[in-house]
């Protein structure tokens, strides 16, 4: 069973950096996708970034692109999002979620985590 656990959010001004982490149990990098979602308030939930380290191919949302970082320690079971530059728009809760393939669809995602809150000030 794969067990996605997020940490790494809080509260931070514009402009500021924060990194996520996810620390996955249960899965296998080669084998699948592993990404983040953002749930901004009010708004549906939506794809941020996913990679797959079968191939090493990273793929980011548009309005994160040069901003965000995703990575990964594979002996650690780790999957990091490095967030700079963080606009207020950025602000929401972060789920890590696992999947296939790397998609933007959530009805796409196996595995979600329960989640870490960001929260960026202006």
């Known amino acids: 069973e794969v067990q996605l656990v997020e940490s790494g959010g809080g509260l931070v001004q514009v402009g500021g950096s924060l990194r996520l982490s996810c620390a996955a149990s249960?899965?296998?990098?080669?084998?699948?996708?592993i990404g983040w979602f953002r749930e901004a308030p009010g708004k549906d939930r939506q794809g941020v970034s996913c990679m797959t380290s079968s191939d090493g191919s990273l793929y980011y949302q548009n309005s994160v692109k040069g901003r965000f970082t995703i990575s990964s320690d594979k002996a650690k079971n780790m999957v990091y999002l490095q967030m700079n530059s963080l606009k207020p728009e950025d602000t929401g809760v972060y789920y890590c979620?696992?999947?296939?393939?790397?998609?933007?669809?959530?009805?796409?995602?196996?595995?979600w985590g329960r989640g870490t809150r960001v929260t960026v000030s202006s």
């Open positions: 979620a696992t999947s296939l393939k790397c998609s933007w669809w959530r009805g796409d995602v196996d595995t």
């Open positions: 249960g899965f296998s990098f080669d084998d699948y996708a």
